[in-house]
């Protein structure tokens, strides 16, 4: 070897050396800094297993506010058809008590309506026939001849259209 210029002492006390400075640096720096690296990789890890934790977590979140937004949703159409039902009926009810009302009044009208003309009717026989019995008891008080006749027969119409005048003119004011 030494033919090569190789001394096998100092080859010797450089490969110690070397094995010597490999020894410490393998204990003070390869060790911590594998470590270190280690222990990056093991937060990384952690970070990405959080991240993706968390990534599940937010579809949930988001996949039970979805499910809530439908229910709520669906809900409100349900009651927005509860009150247009409950808000018919009601409508429904109130013509329905309006018309009862209606045809109660009504018939009220046509029974007083009714009991007036019968009212009327009476006082019109009534007074009809007072002029019959004072047409007779004047053809009764007078002499029975044609001519006498035939004038009580007109002061009767006379007076009775008079009454009927007279009657016109009460009830128009």
Not at 77 to 94: C, G, H, K, P, V
Request: hydrophobic residues 35%; aromatic residues 4%.
């Amino acid at each position: 070897m030494e033919a090569l210029g190789i001394n096998p002492s100092g080859l010797l006390t450089q490969i110690i050396s070397f094995l010597i400075l490999f020894g410490i640096l393998y204990t003070l720096l390869y060790k911590p800094l594998l470590r270190i690296m280690d222990q990056r990789s093991n937060k990384i890890r952690e970070s990405l297993e959080t991240a993706e934790k968390a990534r599940a977590e937010a579809a949930r979140s988001q996949e039970k506010m979805s499910a809530q937004i439908a229910t709520a949703r669906s809900e409100g159409q349900t009651m927005i058809s509860q009150s247009r039902d409950l808000a018919n009926r009601f409508r429904e009810e109130e013509l329905a008590k309006a018309r009862q009302e209606i045809s109660k009044e009504r018939e009220k009208a046509q029974e007083n309506i009714r009991r007036e003309r019968d009212s009327a009717v009476e006082e019109l026989r009534s007074e009809f026939a007072d002029l019959a019995i004072r047409a007779a008891e004047k053809i009764i008080g007078r002499s029975i001849d044609k001519s006498s006749h035939q004038e009580i027969i007109e002061d009767t119409i006379a007076e009775s259209s008079k009454f009927g005048r007279n009657d016109k003119k009460h009830s128009t004011s």
